[in-house]
């Protein structure tokens, strides 16, 4: 699994890093910050569900 974000999309509503903080950040300006390109096996379904709690469709996972 690989994950990428558009900032330009974000709306910096910050779903995905309360959810998965440990991959998903935001900067000073609330636009997401990615920490994990890759992330392991065992947060798949995580991903895939901050992905889904994105508002504004930010989030792409190429499986
Ligand atoms: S949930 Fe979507 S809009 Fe909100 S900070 Fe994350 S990527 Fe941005």
């Not at 910050?14 to 000073?28: E, H, I």
């Not at 379904?45 to 469709?57: F, H, I, K, M, Y």
């Amino acid at each position: 699994m690989r994950i990428s974000t558009d900032s330009d999309k974000c709306v910096g509503a910050g779903q995905c890093a309360m959810f998965l903080p440990d991959v998903f950040d935001q900067g000073d300006d609330g636009v997401v910050v990615l920490l994990q390109e890759q992330p392991s096996e065992g947060k798949r379904q995580d991903v895939r569900t901050a992905a889904a709690l994105c508002p504004s469709n930010s989030i792409r996972i190429v499986e």
